[in-house]
């Protein structure tokens, strides 16, 4: 089984000195923390509460009532087993919330599905399921609000159906979505999992599929673990986002296996507050849109570590994506032993990201370093400040692409060379590995 004792690493962050666009070698500055704070090992299963047993699918099924009274009165610091009952091995349910304390746990052979009826999901306005100017109709399938100690765990499945025709409609939640983006309106869908105001979840092991939004987005969480979870969504299904750290803190996702519509992991920071002390660590990530920082930086982005990374297939490789609308400071941003193949965009760092009109919220990428990071496949590397005074200070060490990559260099004050002679190549030859099959 795999563990590690902590979390805490110290490296040095560059002080990046030069002319605009100029590669040279500076000193380097003082110790940077870049990771998680915590002491993080692999999570263990927690006693057992209760067990429910998967029953016969019936008409208009709504497993939710059982499940939900269920942990409601569970003790924390114990479980919620769904469990495969009389060879029936599935749940349906509308809406979920978690407790303080208490994990649900999905078994082996089990998938808690969410209903596909929108009405269940609605917040009042009758919207869900519909595509509108605000896109705000639909609850998540399961909602962390407020609580502490709380998880998901289990080699079962949580299946959010967003390819499965919406109940009453012609449609189903990411045809819509897909719609919504050609008619420049916002799709009512639900999210799989929102942690809002959290301490300390967990996820283990859990598969999560077909969501027809976000698969787990964070808002103002400190403490938050995955620990060998699988998300796995289509490529084409919109808005997908594996795991999305919004104004959070404390985070480690660790051994996980990642391939979806969007971001596989996309940490934010808007006006909640700052990101900070992540770890994303031994992870494989295929289909999606890759590593990426942003879209919204304006509440600042610090002391991030990203290591021993293996993308497969996904668009954009290294990202951070930002615009003067919705932009901020993203510091201390550590990426090392990263490999990459078949990427369009291996290393992408924009400032110009979805252009629109001029905003005053500047984007601001300093003290960013990649150590022994390899693209197997060429693709085009963009390394773009936002002007003079405010250019990308990026230190490479070992960095290599393979083939005659297109660079585009802008507002760019690097150490260190890309593709430099004498760069020792990180060797991923045996770091590809298929998507796990259940």
């Known amino acids: 089984m795999y563990r590690f004792t902590s979390v805490r690493i110290h490296k040095p962050i560059l002080n990046v000195q030069g002319l605009l666009g100029l590669i040279a070698l500076t000193a380097w ?3 940077a923390q870049a990771q998680d704070t915590r002491d993080v090992h ?25 499940i939900q009274a269920a942990m409601d009165k569970c003790t924390p610091g114990q479980a919620v087993h769904l469990a495969p009952g009389n060879g029936n091995t599935s749940f349906i349910s509308g809406p979920l919330k978690l407790r303080s304390g208490v994990t649900l746990a999905v078994d082996a052979g089990t998938t808690l ?24 109709g639909c609850q998540p399938f399961i909602t962390v609000e407020g609580v502490w100690g709380a998880g998901i765990m289990g080699e079962g499945v949580i299946d959010g159906q967003g390819g499965q025709l919406i109940e009453g409609k012609s449609e189903t939640w990411w045809q819509i979505a897909r719609r919504a983006q050609t008619e420049k309106q916002r799709q009512n869908v639900p999210r799989l999992i929102q942690l809002d105001k959290v301490q300390d979840f967990t996820m283990y092991r859990i598969t999560l599929r077909n969501s027809p939004n976000f698969h787990v987005a964070m808002n103002r969480v400190d403490g938050f673990t995955a620990w060998g979870i699988r998300i796995d969504t289509p490529h084409d299904a919109r808005n997908t ?10 985070v480690t996702i660790a051994y996980s296996h990642i391939r979806t519509g969007d971001d596989n992991v996309a940490i934010k920071a808007g006006s909640s507050g700052p ?4 770890s994303v660590l031994h992870n494989h990530f295929y289909s999606g849109h890759g590593m990426s920082i942003g879209s919204e930086t304006n509440g600042g982005v610090r002391n991030v570590l990203v290591e021993d990374l293996v993308m497969d ?42 252009p629109g009109p001029s ?6 990428y300093t003290d ?3 150590e022994r990071v390899h693209s197997l496949t060429p693709g085009q590397v963009i390394l773009q400040g936002y002007d003079e005074q405010r250019p990308l200070q990026l230190g490479l060490k070992d960095v290599v692409v393979d083939g005659n990559p297109v660079v585009k260099l802008e507002f760019a004050k690097l150490t260190g060379q890309l593709n430099a002679p004498g760069a020792q190549a990180v060797n991923c030859t045996e770091r590809f590995v298929p998507f796990p099959q259940s």
Request: hydrophobic letters at 30%; one cysteine or more.
């Open 42 to 66: 692999e999570p263990v299963m927690p006693p057992t509460c209760t067990v429910l047993q998967a029953e016969p699918p019936t008409p208009n099924r709504n497993d939710a009532p059982r």
């Open 275 to 278: 990101s900070e002390n992540i």
């Open 368 to 370: 960013i370093r990649m």
């Open 29 to 31: 500055t003082n110790v």
């Open 359 to 364: 905003g005053d919220l500047i984007p601001s």
């Open 113 to 136: 599905y969410a209903s596909t009826n929108p009405l269940l999901f609605d917040r009042g306005t009758k919207t869900c399921g519909i595509n509108d100017a605000a896109g705000k």
């Open 241 to 250: 986002d594996g795991i999305d750290p919004g104004a959070s803190r404390n």
């Open 313 to 354: 297939g996904t668009t954009s490789g290294l990202r951070i994506k930002s615009n003067d609308r919705r932009g901020g400071i993203v510091s201390g941003v550590v990426y090392r032993d990263v490999c990459l193949r078949d990427i369009r965009w291996p290393l992408y760092i924009n400032t110009q990201y979805e």
